[in-house]
T-cell receptor
Framework: AQTVTQSQPEMSVQEAETVTLSCTYD???????LFWYKQPPSRQMILVIR??????QNATENRFSVNFQKAAKSFSLKISDSQLGDAAMYFC?????????????????FGQGTILTVHP | ETGVTQTPRHLVMGMTNKKSLKCEQH?????MYWYKQSAKKPLELMFV???????ENNSVPSRFSPECPNSSHLFLHLHTLQPEDSALYLC??????????????FGPGTRLTVT
């Protein structure tokens, strides 16, 4: 079974600074997807960024970027120029390829989450 | 309405009550999911529906009964719940496709309290 581990229960950053959230995962599959979701106090889960395992290039979405290390099974999220609105719980999630015939069809496996506080 | 909506947003029920949670997706997706989010625990997948067929039941107690009448609507029927079932219940949808991210889009959740 796939597992996702976020070893940082809480992180904090000063506004305009950069912060990196860590995520590691365990899988025997070679083709899969990784995601970072953000859950602000409103509890609405929002997709931040996606990485496809077969792509070596790290995904980037504006101020959000990832450092994907497939061999190390590591998938960290870097938030640049942090803003007060970035304060939230961040979840790392894994999903196997839907056409792979594997057991993780359609299923997201989440990490425990990291609470990010942004100080003004 | 856009995205994924859930009703009610808050629900308080006694252990002998029967209630239902409703989820509706307006994204044209073909898969829908129920997740449970408890304090200090990772999100737990409960059920998966793909093209209205249940493809996964993650050992969920029978007091939770899902229903998916069409690809846009998903229900979670609740009966004789326990206090430990108090949690945030999140609904999500995605587009199942041969290649592609199949990102899941979430609703705002229903905060359930069992007294």
């Amino acid at each position: 079974a796939q597992t996702v581990t976020q070893s940082q229960p809480e992180m904090s950053v000063q506004e305009a600074e950069t912060v990196t959230l860590s995520c590691t995962y365990d899988t025997s599959e070679s083709d899969y997807y990784l995601f970072w979701y953000k859950q602000p106090p409103s509890r609405q889960m929002i997709l931040v960024i996606r990485q496809e395992a077969y792509k070596q290039q790290n995904a980037t979405e504006n101020r959000f970027s990832v450092n994907f290390q497939k061999a190390a099974k590591s998938f960290s999220l870097k938030i640049s120029d942090s803003q007060l609105g970035d304060a939230a719980m961040y979840f790392c999630a894994y999903r196997g390829n839907q056409n792979a015939g594997g057991t993780s069809y359609g299923k997201l496996t989440f990490g425990q989450g990291t609470i990010l506080t942004v100080h003004p | 309405e856009t995205g994924v909506t859930q009703t009610p947003r808050h629900l308080v029920m006694g252990m002998t009550n029967k209630k239902s949670l409703k989820c509706e997706q307006h994204l044209g997706h073909n898969a829908m999911y129920w997740y449970k989010q408890s304090a200090k625990k990772p999100l737990e997948l409960m059920f998966v529906y793909n093209f209205k067929e249940q493809t996964e039941n993650n050992s969920v107690p029978s007091r939770f009964s899902p229903e998916c009448p069409n690809s846009s609507h998903l229900f979670l029927h609740l009966h004789t719940l326990q206090p430990e079932d108090s949690a945030l219940y999140l609904c999500a949808s995605s587009q199942v496709q041969i290649r592609g991210g199949g990102e899941q889009y979430f609703g705002p959740g229903t905060r359930l309290t069992v007294t």
